[in-house]
């Protein structure tokens, strides 16, 4: 698993730290670290699942059916949303555990001739849902008190989601947004002063590193399984 450390020990070494200037601070690759998550995860998102619970106070919000998304996550987009009990039905009637031979025999499982009603109006249930970025939810209409909410969302910061099979891939697109920074703080000033001599800083030579991993990232996701999603818990 890396982390945000290898990362940045990670670029150092290839862009020739401590042997040669480098402008950036820690603090600055933290920043584009932070950057690199955001890019990596608008190209291999991940999905959250959470329960939404409409009648709990700190989903509730001041306009008619519409609610906080319960994640601590950043919510790139609302995937589908769908009730628990609409899982056990299937063609307007209830999935039941056991082979039923006549639907009278319904009410005994249920319970109550109440609760097979109730089963039955949720398996026609239907409504409509539209996300509200950053992070609410309109469900119209609301009819049952939970719903699943199906996210893709970002990766951490803390880099503890991004896949092992994938890391190679994150390196790189990090390593590329450092070298465009460089090359264009660079650019301004194209030599660093020494003691002994003037060091000629080549901004050139990054744009070839830069332009080299997008052709390669490029390659990549036109490769990639249309639609793959990294799902993590």
Known sequence: MITPEYCITYVKKRLGVPFTP??????DLFFWLNYTVDEFST???????????????FVKTEEKNVFLIPTSSKI??????????????VSGYPILLMPVK?????????????????????????FTYEFLPP??????PVMVR???????VAHSYDLTTIPGEYETVFLKMYLKNVCK????????????STPVADIELNPEQLDTIVQQIEDELKEFFDNMNPGIIVVRG
């Open 22 to 27: 480098f402008e950036l601070s820690d603090s």
């Open 43 to 57: 190209k291999l998102p991940r999905r959250e699942l959470v329960l939404l619970d409409t009648e709990l106070d």
């Open 76 to 89: 790139i987009t609302v995937l589908n949303v769908y009730t628990t009990i609409n899982n056990l039905l």
């Open 102 to 126: 006549d639907l009278g025999y319904q009410v005994g499982v249920y319970g109550s001739e109440e609760l097979s009603i109730i089963a039955l109006r949720n398996s026609l249930y239907s």
């Open 135 to 140: 992070n609410k939810i309109r469900i119209t």
């Open 146 to 152: 939970t719903y699943n909410v199906e996210l893709e």
């Open 181 to 192: 920074v460089l090359s264009s703080i660079r650019s301004t000033y194209r030599s660093y």
